[in-house]
T-cell receptor, first 109, second 113 residues
């Protein structure tokens, strides 16, 4: 079966750095997405990786290792507004997105 | 530009009733999707449409139907609602090119009693 694993919840301090991991086992791979979802709101697109390596976008970076079935989202200089759930999703061989359950990130002052 | 709109925002429904959730996008995206999101579970695909006039089944299609008469609209119908269909429903769209990033509507919170 297809599976996306990510931690259920993480806590970090304002101004710090946090890394949210995602491991996957899917039938085929056509890219990995990270989305942010604030409570009660829709998911919003953060990043896309299809090749191995690090993609940096402001305070957020995303890393992919296809051989290890592994990705992480790195958030720097954490702000209170970064408190949200972070969803990892992999596009499989049928070009459908397989979603992880999400990681709830709690930021403390 | 509104992006994707969904209606209603929330609804309480008696079991056995028929309900249609509406979704409209103004981005001229080819592909549209319906997901449900339940606590502790990832988003699960119900139905999708790669282009107007075509639809396909996702991971959890039973009890739901869709139609795609034009590019902009993609309604989801529950023919006879059951309590297990209590969920938050998100509609999404993508242009079907490049990274094929999906963009989401604000969601409909549905409670079936």
């Amino acid at each position: 079966g297809q599976n996306i694993d990510q931690p259920t919840e993480m806590t970090a301090t304002e101004g710090a750095i946090v890394q949210i991991n995602c491991t996957y086992q899917t039938s085929g791979f056509n890219g990995l997405f990270w989305y942010q979802q604030h409570a009660g709101e829709a998911p919003t697109f953060l990043s896309y990786n299809v090749l191995d390596g690090l993609e940096e976008k402001g305070r957020f970076s995303s890393f992919l290792s296809r051989s290890k079935g592994y990705s992480y989202l790195l958030l720097k200089e954490l702000q209170m507004k970064d408190s949200a759930s972070y969803l990892c999703a992999v596009m499989d061989s049928n070009y459908q997105l397989i979603w992880g359950a999400g990681t709830k990130l709690i930021i403390k002052p | 530009i509104a992006g994707i709109t969904q209606a209603p925002t929330s609804q309480i429904l008696a079991a056995g009733r028929r309900m249609t959730l509406r979704c409209t996008q103004d981005m001229r995206h080819n592909a549209m999707y319906w997901y449900r999101q339940d606590l502790g579970l990832g988003l699960r695909l119900i139905h999708y449409s790669n282009t107007a006039g075509t639809t396909g089944k996702g991971e959890v299609p039973d009890g739901y139907s869709v139609s795609r008469a034009n590019t902009d609209d993609f309604p989801l119908t529950l023919a006879s609602a059951v309590p297990s269909q209590t969920s938050v429903y998100f509609c999404a769209s993508s242009d079907g090119t490049g990274t094929d990033t999906q963009y989401f509507g604000p969601g409909t919170r549905l409670t079936v009693l």
